[in-house]
């Protein structure tokens, strides 16, 4: 009843003043939509890339090949041959290169990547229209391209793309195929693309060799032991130079976004927790105000039985409640900004019902802190003193 009563008391002084409770109140409110903005914008771009990463499959790996002194590739046999390893399902290595494609009058500078009959499996897209390059495009050099959905739109807009005939780089190439809208990768766009076999990308664009291999395995349990045993094939290829290639797996990649985004949400939440520190401070600062104000109350109380923990608790209580409104209201605020943010910049955004629970909690335990000082100061006033205060 005690608390029920002191909250009573705290929102009606409050209501009492409601301009400078407010005022009081803003450092609160601002600190905590700076926390809920920040974080939830830092927590949407980790969970956009994370997505992104996971649509990939948790069992794809890639090799990337750095090399050592003048060989810095290894040739599309070799490539190939990782799929004989234990484990490894399906290869795809690549090549790319900015290429300029032409059709009719239109043009655009677009990523060329020539690969196998497997990219489509391993990199997860799906035809709209067409054929993929098959294994007779390999062995014979054949000039067709397979057009990401956006080239494909960009180059020929309403127009039937598949069968027509488009330059690359002054190379007459046959579309065979379309590539159905796969959306943003962590690279940029994979539907800006041309694909070609790597055969005759290596002819086309004078560069043998491959640098950039992508491989499934058959069980994403064994990935772990899969990239073991391809940095042994690898190792055997570069004479045991270790520097020379890299393998990479999605967990890994997983396990890099998680520890940046939580760095950086950190990070963020710690910035914007100096605000609410302030606003703790402003708090601090009106209730020693109140105590001043209400000296002559203070001691009538006092006079008439109050106990010093029930004048603790009232200005405690009274503290608490501003910072709690404070809080909520900047939570309210830190969602309204967060999304106006997110439709305005086109920037994903992300809320954790933990981090709004942590901001009322910690707006909270601000309410408690920087009230302590002045509860205490009315607790311990003289009940004499008080009454001849003036």
């Known amino acids: 009843m005690m608390i029920i009563q002191s909250v009573k008391m705290a929102f009606k002084s409050i209501w009492a003043s409601k301009m400078r409770s407010f005022l009081t109140m803003l450092g609160i409110i601002i600190g905590v939509m700076s926390v809920i903005t920040l974080v939830a914008i830092g927590q949407g771009a980790a969970k956009k890339v994370t997505d992104q990463v996971q649509r990939l499959g948790s069992n794809l790996l890639t090799v990337n090949i750095l090399g050592r002194g003048s060989s810095t590739v ?21 090549i790319t290169q900015n290429a300029t494609v032409k059709y009719g009058t239109e043009s655009e500078d677009v990523n060329v990547t020539g690969t196998t009959r497997d990219f489509l499996d391993v990199q997860h897209y799906e035809l709209a ?40 780089n002054g190379n007459r190439f046959k579309v065979v195929g379309v590539l159905a809208p796969k959306g943003e990768s962590t690279a940029g766009s994979s539907d800006e693309i041309v694909i070609v076999p790597i055969t005759t990308g290596e002819r086309v664009f004078r560069a043998a060799g491959v640098r950039t291999i992508y491989l499934t395995v058959e069980n994403e349990k064994e990935a772990e032991a899969v990239s073991g045993r391809l940095e042994n094939h690898l190792a055997k290829i ?47 600062n009106i209730m020693l105000v109140s105590v001043s104000e209400r000296t002559r109350e203070i001691g009538v109380r006092k ?33 309204g900004v967060a999304n106006a943010v997110s439709r305005t910049m086109s ?38 003193e008080a009454l001849r205060f003036e």
Do not use: W
């Not at 040739?75 to 041959?81: F, G, L, M, N, P």
């Not at 008439?304 to 939570?331: P, Y």
């Not at 981090?355 to 100061?377: D, E, Q, R, T």
């Open 74 to 94: 290894i040739d599309y046999a070799q490539a190939e041959q990782l799929a004989e390893i234990e484990g490894v399902s399906r290869v795809s290595p690549v």
């Open 129 to 168: 229209a067409g054929r993929f390059i098959g294994q007779v495009d390999l062995d014979f050099r054949h000039k067709v391209a397979v057009l990401g959905s956006d080239t494909a739109e960009t180059l020929f807009g309403g127009d039937r793309a598949v069968g027509a005939y488009l330059t690359i």
């Open 238 to 284: 570069f004479r045991g130079d270790t520097n020379s290639f890299r393998v990479f797996s999605q967990q890994e990649l997983l396990e890099t976004v998680s520890s940046v985004s939580d760095t950086l949400t950190l990070a963020l939440g710690g910035i914007a927790a100096i605000s609410l520190v302030v606003g703790g401070i402003g708090i601090m």
């Open 303 to 335: 006079a008439i039985g109050a106990k010093k923990r029930n004048i603790l608790l009232q200005f405690l209580v009274e503290s608490v409640v501003l910072s709690g409104l404070g809080g909520l209201i900047g939570i309210g605020a830190g969602i």
């Open 347 to 384: 920037i994903d955004v992300a809320f954790s019902p933990d981090l709004l629970l942590l901001a009322f909690g910690f707006s909270m335990a601000i309410g408690v802190v920087f009230g302590l000082f002045p509860a205490n100061k009315a607790a311990n006033l003289n009940p004499i």
